[in-house]
């Protein structure tokens, strides 16, 4: 049987309104849909190389063109040369971040995927995270439910105390363009940690009714980005914590 996934960062807002049926018709329909046609995964890993500078919008488009299926060449593009409005404060250091699992048992975790952190202009410390797809109907309750998931997992140690940066893509309602738009976890309607384990408990409690059901996802082939399997090194300069 296949395992039940759990959705990512952004996918998660719609399951966590606090009723365990909501919870779960999101998460059985997360896990019976398709995948989509391409990934916007090769403009998350651009994103530490453009943000440090690195990129010009001819070697985006070189790169995007390496994308495969052709389908996500054109909308990564569009997504990742946005990318080259963010600030760029003097001597910027940009720290890529992996991605994370907040977990609340050893079989379930819940996936948060910020890009980078770095120092703001004025020497704050700030976690980015893209939003890079080009229609997504979020709400500010949404984005606050993300960054208060980044928060958790990522503001701590070396980070503690970070602001949480979300880097809106998406086509804007009234056009028809993408257009690179910044929303600050100071200026989201933010919840405590507390609250996000009780909203994950309800879709753990989800989870396991699925399994005692016998639910089986629909089985994903395994995807390919790059034209070559050994894809590029992004970037092999890029200091550590």
């Known amino acids: 049987m296949a395992d039940i996934n759990i959705p990512p960062d952004f996918d998660l807002p719609t399951l966590m309104n606090g009723t365990l049926h909501s919870a779960k018709v999101g998460l059985e329909g997360f896990n019976l849909k398709s995948p989509g046609p391409f990934s916007y995964d090769p403009t998350r890993d651009n994103c530490p190389r453009i943000a440090k500078g690195n990129f010009t919008e001819a070697q985006i488009r070189q790169f995007c063109e390496n994308i495969r299926p052709p389908s996500g060449q054109a909308p990564n593009f569009a997504a990742s040369r946005l990318l080259l409005g963010l600030e760029k404060p003097k001597d910027l250091v940009v720290i890529p971040l992996t991605a994370r699992k907040i977990f609340m048992r050893p079989d379930v975790g819940f996936p948060v995927r910020p890009q980078i952190a770095y120092r703001d202009q004025s020497g704050a410390k700030r976690i980015l995270i893209l939003q890079p797809r080009e229609s997504h109907d979020y709400t500010l ?58 909203r994950f408990d309800i879709i753990v409690q989800a989870y396991d009714i699925l399994k005692a059901e016998g639910f089986v996802r629909k089985a994903s082939p395994p995807r390919k980005f790059y034209r070559d399997d050994k894809t590029i090194e992004m970037f092999p300069d890029a200091p550590k914590f």
């Open 141 to 198: 309750d949404a984005y606050g439910l993300v960054a208060s998931m980044v928060r958790y997992a990522y503001a701590k140690d070396d980070l503690e105390g970070a602001i949480v940066e979300i880097v809106d893509l998406q086509i804007p309602y009234g056009s028809t363009e993408r257009k690179l738009r910044k929303f600050l976890s100071s200026e989201l309607p933010l919840v405590s940690n507390e609250e996000i384990r009780e």
